[in-house]
């Protein structure tokens, strides 16, 4: 075996849609950007042929060898780190790693289920972590198989929320074209409320496109402004123009509420930042529940919290984070 070292540490931020969730399954851009929130991942090589995962509550021990239905037949708990699993299995077998097995622990920053990528960081955490046994990290390689793995959960994924996870940043990804990073000209402060209620993507990727069946042409028209939004936001983010950046996310959110996807927690949520001094605000993600994200004023941020704190949902503030994916 060609490994370097015995154990490694890796770390990789979450996500949030700054613009155009849901119209980016039909071809529109979205912008997404990586947030200051990490999972990190210490992988240690054992020599019992046993993967042993711990994330919080949830574990999973299986031997190696172990094929899909046997981790598929374990109970909730076991089943949430199948995607780990699979980044093992896949870095082993390219690896030709024979009688060793490894032990994951995952510690995460990240709120499960709520948009903010949590699914995506662990996997580009793990395969960082495994990769790093044998060589330095390769950002173009640990993306390559991340996205593959975290498919494993999405089945449809675009490879977005993987891609700002290991390169970092604020980068606009267009389906036909791909990703183009942002360098905004200032400083943003981004705050996440999350409301607790989780969502399932698939589940409401599928109500919308039920909606769309029904209302192509009214479909058309939104994601022709979505369209727009983005447009108007690279240029917003390239000028620093933060009051033009906050009135285009609470358009954006506008048009998600038109397509059904918000949710009356969401709504009080976004409420809250608005009347409190956001500059705007917008569920991020699938929605149906989940987190909003809200734009408030670099000078008056601490202030803000503190207000928007009293109210419900659980609130952090945010800035973009430039490092992807990083050796801890
Ligand atoms: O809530 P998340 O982070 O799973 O985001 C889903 C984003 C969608 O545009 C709704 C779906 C997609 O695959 O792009």
């Not at 402060?189 to 990727?205: N, Q």
């Not at 009135?247 to 954006?252: A, D, G, M, Q, V």
């Not at 998600?256 to 993600?285: M, Q």
Request: aromatic share 6%.
């Amino acid at each position: 075996m060609n490994t370097h070292i015995n154990r490694a540490v890796s770390s990789a931020p979450a996500k949030v849609i700054l613009f155009g969730e849901h119209f980016v399954v039909y071809n529109n851009p979205a912008i997404v950007a990586a947030i200051n929130r990490r999972i990190r991942v210490s992988a240690q090589l054992n020599d019992m042929s046993r993967v042993n995962i711990k994330s919080g509550e949830n574990s999973l021990c299986v031997p190696v060898n172990s094929n899909d239905s046997d981790i598929l037949s374990h109970d909730n708990s076991s089943i949430s780190l199948f995607p780990i699993f699979k980044c093992v299995k896949h870095v082993f077998e390219e690896k030709n790693l024979v009688n060793v097995g490894v032990n994951l622990e995952i510690e995460s920053q990240i709120p499960h289920g709520e948009g903010l990528g949590s699914s995506a960081a662990s996997c580009v955490s793990t395969v960082a972590a495994l990769y790093s046994l044998f060589s330095d990290l390769d950002k173009n390689q640990i993306y390559e198989t991340a996205r593959l793995m975290e498919q494993n959960i999405h089945t449809n994924s675009s490879g977005v929320d993987c891609y700002v996870s290991t390169f970092g940043g604020i980068v606009n990804f267009e389906p036909e074209k791909g990703f183009s990073k942002i360098r905004p000209k200032k400083k943003f402060t981004l705050l996440i409320g999350t409301s607790g209620i989780k969502h399932s993507t698939g589940k409401v990727v599928s109500q919308v496109r039920q909606f769309r069946q029904k209302n192509s042409s009214f479909f058309d028209d939104l994601s022709a402004k979505a369209h727009l939004i983005c447009k108007k936001a690279i240029s917003s983010m390239n000028e620093g123009n933060e009051s033009e950046l906050g009135s285009l996310l609470t358009e954006n959110h506008n048009l998600l509420s038109i397509l059904g996807v918000s949710h009356p927690e969401i709504e009080k949520l976004i409420k809250i930042c608005l009347d409190n001094g956001a500059l705007g605000a917008k569920l991020t993600g699938a929605g149906k529940g989940g987190a909003v994200i809200a734009l408030i004023p670099n000078d008056s941020s601490k202030e803000i919290l503190a207000k928007i704190s009293r109210g419900p949902g659980k609130w952090i503030l945010v800035e973009f984070d430039y490092d992807g994916v990083i050796p801890v």
